[in-house]
C-alpha cells in the first residue's frame, strides 16, 4: 500500500484533476487524501453567500466529502481564505504539517500530486509554490518541530495542463482512465454548487442552477474532452510509463524536479494498472 495525497487550491481541483488516477490507485488497496489549501468562500453568486460565507464554505466542506467518498479517500482542508492565500511562514508550515502527518509516522506520502505553479488563477500558482517550498522542509528537523520529520521527500507530481508560458506541459506518465471515467464524473458532479451553479454562472448559463441532466452532460463533455488532450499531451514524445493496453482517456503527469527523483521501475510498478 502507498501514501498518495493530492493537493487543489479548491475543494473541486482534484477530483476534476487526478480523480481518475486516484480511483485506481484507491481500487488497488493505496490510502489517498483529497487535500484542498482554501475553504471555497469565495466561489458562488448568491448574496447569501456574501453575507453567510460559512453557509457556502459548509455546503462545499460536504460536497468535497461526498466526492472522496465515492472512492473511499480522505478529504482534509486547511481552511485558508479563498482567493486570499498568499506565500508566508503561516502558510508554509501548514502545508509541511500536513503533508508530514499523512503516512506512516516520519515517512509521509510516497506521492504528492499538485497543479504546476503555471496557471491562470493565483490560487492555483500559490498552491503549487507552497508544495514547493515545503518539500526539502519536510527533511528539516527543527522546521515545525512540532511534526516529526520525514526521512525522505515525496514524488512530486504534476497534472496535465494546457498551458505555455513559461514553459508547456511534459507528460512523463500517461495513465488510462477508461475504466474509471463515469466515476471520476461522479466525483466531480458531487459539487454541485461549482458545476450547476457558479461556473455556469461565469460562463453567462441561464437560467440556473442547470438540471441534475444537463449539469451531468456539460461536465461529461468537459472530462472527456480533456482526457483526450492529456492523452494527445503523451503523443510525439516518449513518456517513461504509459498504459500496456489500448485506451482513449488518460490523466497525464510531470515529474517535478523538487521532490524524490523516482526511477522508470518504481514509475512502471506505480502507474501501470490491470
Given at each position: 500500500?502507498?501514501?498518495?495525497?493530492?493537493?487543489?487550491?479548491?475543494?473541486?481541483?482534484?477530483?476534476?484533476?487526478?480523480?481518475?488516477?486516484?480511483?485506481?490507485?484507491?481500487?488497488?488497496?493505496?490510502?489517498?487524501?483529497?487535500?484542498s489549501?482554501?475553504?471555497?468562500?469565495?466561489?458562488?453568486?448568491r448574496?447569501?453567500?456574501?453575507?453567510n460565507?460559512?453557509?457556502?464554505?459548509?455546503?462545499?466542506?460536504?460536497?468535497?466529502?461526498?466526492?472522496?467518498?465515492?472512492?473511499?479517500?480522505?478529504?482534509?482542508?486547511?481552511?485558508?481564505?479563498?482567493g486570499g492565500?498568499?506565500?508566508?511562514?503561516?502558510?508554509?508550515?501548514?502545508?509541511?504539517?500536513?503533508?508530514r502527518?499523512?503516512?506512516?509516522?516520519?515517512?509521509?506520502?510516497d506521492i504528492?500530486?499538485?497543479?504546476?505553479?503555471?496557471?491562470?488563477?493565483?490560487?492555483h500558482?500559490?498552491t503549487?509554490?507552497?508544495?514547493?517550498?515545503?518539500?526539502?522542509?519536510?527533511?528539516?528537523?527543527?522546521?515545525?518541530?512540532?511534526?516529526?520529520?520525514?526521512a525522505?521527500?515525496p514524488?512530486?507530481?504534476?497534472?496535465?495542463?494546457?498551458?505555455?508560458?513559461p514553459?508547456?506541459?511534459?507528460?512523463?506518465?500517461?495513465?488510462?482512465?477508461?475504466?474509471?471515467?463515469?466515476?471520476?464524473?461522479?466525483?466531480?458532479?458531487?459539487?454541485?454548487?461549482?458545476?450547476?451553479?457558479?461556473?455556469?454562472?461565469?460562463?453567462?448559463?441561464?437560467?440556473?442552477?442547470?438540471t441534475?441532466?444537463?449539469?451531468?452532460?456539460?461536465?461529461?463533455?468537459?472530462?472527456?474532452?480533456?482526457?483526450?488532450?492529456?492523452?494527445?499531451?503523451?503523443?510525439?514524445?516518449?513518456?517513461r510509463?504509459?498504459?500496456?493496453?489500448?485506451?482513449?482517456?488518460a490523466?497525464?503527469?510531470?515529474?517535478?524536479?523538487?521532490?524524490?527523483?523516482?526511477?522508470?521501475?518504481?514509475?512502471?510498478?506505480?502507474f501501470?494498472?490491470?
Amino acid at each position: 500500500m502507498r501514501y498518495v495525497l493530492a493537493i487543489g487550491a479548491h475543494p473541486d481541483d482534484v477530483e476534476s484533476s487526478v480523480g481518475g488516477t486516484l480511483a485506481l490507485m484507491r481500487q488497488r488497496g493505496d490510502r489517498v487524501c483529497f487535500l484542498s489549501i482554501t475553504d471555497g468562500a469565495k466561489g458562488h453568486f448568491r448574496e447569501e453567500y456574501a453575507e453567510n460565507p460559512r453557509l457556502l464554505v459548509e455546503r462545499r466542506m460536504a460536497e468535497s466529502e461526498r466526492a472522496a467518498a465515492l472512492i473511499g479517500a480522505e478529504f482534509r482542508c486547511l481552511g485558508a481564505p479563498d482567493g486570499g492565500v498568499y506565500i508566508s511562514h503561516e502558510t508554509t508550515s501548514a502545508v509541511i504539517r500536513a503533508i508530514r502527518s499523512f503516512g506512516e509516522r516520519g515517512k509521509g506520502p510516497d506521492i504528492i500530486f499538485v497543479n504546476r505553479p503555471y496557471d491562470y488563477h493565483r490560487d492555483h500558482r500559490v498552491t503549487a509554490q507552497l508544495v514547493l517550498d515545503a518539500a526539502y522542509l519536510l527533511t528539516v528537523p527543527l522546521v515545525c518541530a512540532d511534526t516529526p520529520p520525514l526521512a525522505r521527500m515525496p514524488v512530486i507530481l504534476y497534472w496535465y495542463d494546457d498551458f505555455t508560458e513559461p514553459v508547456p506541459f511534459r507528460a512523463d506518465v500517461v495513465v488510462g482512465i477508461d475504466s474509471v471515467i463515469e466515476t471520476k464524473v461522479d466525483m466531480v458532479c458531487q459539487h454541485e454548487s461549482q458545476f450547476a451553479e457558479w461556473i455556469p454562472y461565469t460562463m453567462g448559463r441561464s437560467p440556473l442552477p442547470l438540471t441534475q441532466a444537463q449539469m451531468r452532460e456539460w461536465v461529461t463533455d468537459w472530462i472527456l474532452g480533456d482526457a483526450r488532450r492529456a492523452k494527445a499531451a503523451g503523443e510525439g514524445r516518449t513518456p517513461r510509463v504509459t498504459p500496456a493496453a489500448p485506451f482513449e482517456f488518460a490523466e497525464a503527469f510531470q515529474i517535478s524536479e523538487y521532490g524524490t527523483q523516482p526511477t522508470t521501475e518504481w514509475l512502471q510498478e506505480v502507474f501501470r494498472f490491470p
